[in-house]
């Protein structure tokens, strides 16, 4: 039985691209080009060249300059740094300025990823004010929501991209502009929405933004803060001063390497043209599903909306609990979720589901299909076969 693997939202099959281009850093003889890029030696000098080459490659793919990349260990401790080291500068900033009493202000989502939210209630344990906005039925934060959170002492707002469970597409660059205008800093999280739709440190106005390599067929453990020239940072990593002193630690460069492949294949000339594939997929799912009894829609994504993501579907099952079906569908061989991967072992219903209004008993019968370069229209009927066959057993 050929098996569907439909969890691309949590993490996507090694490309081709990436495989090959890490192939050179592989095994005891390759050290030529696996060396300590900080050392002086040949194989050092290979290693950082090879290294800064990466860093132009992920620089191209987000609109940024290569001195605005910093590599970090991955898309959680790319939005720690954003957040911990730009709320701290800011603050900092602003108390070497005379006001030592400045309590420094932070507005996030409700519906964040956690790598985004846990920072956020740190800082507040710590005396930083937070304000949570909540988004709408879409799942979708409006500037104007923003706009009315703002206060003079805040210094940062953090709005993901999309939403890594529902797909929601937030209007970043619409936001960025309220909050410069109220004179503080805008980052976003685009780990899901990089190589789905353009990215653009420019383009959305932001200061800063995260991306992780294994969401685009990159190896695990690596990804970036990009952040833009002149953003006040406090480094959250020190030792070596590796990263331009914004993050030590000595640099991975194989999956540098990778990562920079994967990225270069995935926002290429081709993504429009695959962006509308995986997009007529999302729509044949959601009207397959749908037609299903008991079976309903996370969000009102209709068919050809821009508003969402083109590669993630959610759907609540009525009387069957996540874990059931996920394991119901993995017998018939297909491979997806429950809501983000990150929180697949709570026995809690999905938090973005809640603050969207979809209560708790449908919350914990929904499913997340998430689909990717790779993915067919034939699979598209497997999945879809699967789920008559998986619901036939309730019969």
């Not at 693997?5 to 005891?28: I, K, R």
């Not at 900080?38 to 300059?65: K, P, Q, V, W, Y």
């Not at 709320?87 to 519906?111: C, E, K, M, N, Y």
Request: aromatic share 4%; hydrophobic share 45%; glycine share 10%.
């Amino acid at each position: 039985m050929k098996r569907i693997y439909a969890d691309w939202a949590a993490t996507a099959p090694l490309s081709q691209e990436a495989a090959l281009a890490m192939e050179a850093f592989s095994g005891p003889e390759n050290i030529t080009v696996n060396a300590n890029a900080n050392s002086l030696h040949t194989e050092g000098r290979r290693a950082f060249a090879a290294m800064e080459d990466a860093r132009s490659a992920i620089a191209r793919s987000t609109g940024a300059r290569p001195d605005e990349v910093i590599f970090t260990s991955g898309a959680t401790e790319a939005d720690n740094a954003a957040i911990f080291g730009i709320v701290g500068a800011a603050a900092q900033t602003v108390r070497q300025r005379g006001q030592a009493d400045f309590v420094p202000h932070l507005i996030v989502s409700s519906i964040e990823h956690d790598a985004v939210l846990q920072p956020a209630h740190r800082l507040e344990s710590e005396g930083v004010e937070v304000t949570y906005v909540e988004p709408d039925r879409r799942g979708i934060v409006s500037p104007a929501s923003i706009e009315s959170a703002l206060q003079p002492n805040t210094v940062l707002v953090s709005i993901m991209l999309a939403n890594n469970e529902v797909g929601s597409i937030q209007p970043v660059a619409e936001i960025a502009k309220v909050v410069h205008a109220a004179g503080a800093l805008m980052h976003t999280d685009a780990v899901q929405a990089f190589g789905k739709m353009s990215v653009g440190l420019d383009a959305s106005g932001v200061d800063a933004l995260s991306i992780s390599a294994h969401k685009i067929g990159g190896p695990k453990g690596i990804g970036a803060l990009v952040l833009k020239s002149g953003t006040p940072f406090l480094p959250v990593l020190l030792g070596g001063g590796q990263e331009h002193g914004l993050r030590s630690g000595t640099q991975n460069v194989a999956g540098m390497v990778g990562f920079a492949a994967a990225a270069t294949a995935a926002t290429g000339e081709g993504l429009n043209e695959e962006v509308n594939r995986q997009r007529n997929l999302r729509d044949m799912l959601y009207e397959g599903l749908c037609a299903f009894e008991g079976v309903q829609c996370s969000v009102p994504c209709e068919s050809g909306s821009k508003d969402f993501l083109p590669n993630i579907v959610s759907v609540n099952v009525a009387g069957l609990e996540s874990e059931t079906l996920i394991l119901r569908f993995d017998r018939e061989g297909v491979a997806l979720a429950g809501g983000s991967a990150c929180s697949s072992h709570s026995l809690e219903p999905s938090r973005v589901l809640k603050q969207i209004g979809i209560d708790r008993d449908r919350a914990l019968c929904t499913l997340r299909i998430s689909i990717g370069r790779s993915t067919t229209e034939e699979d598209v009927h497997g999945i879809l076969a699967a789920f008559e066959r998986v619901l036939s057993w309730q019969r």
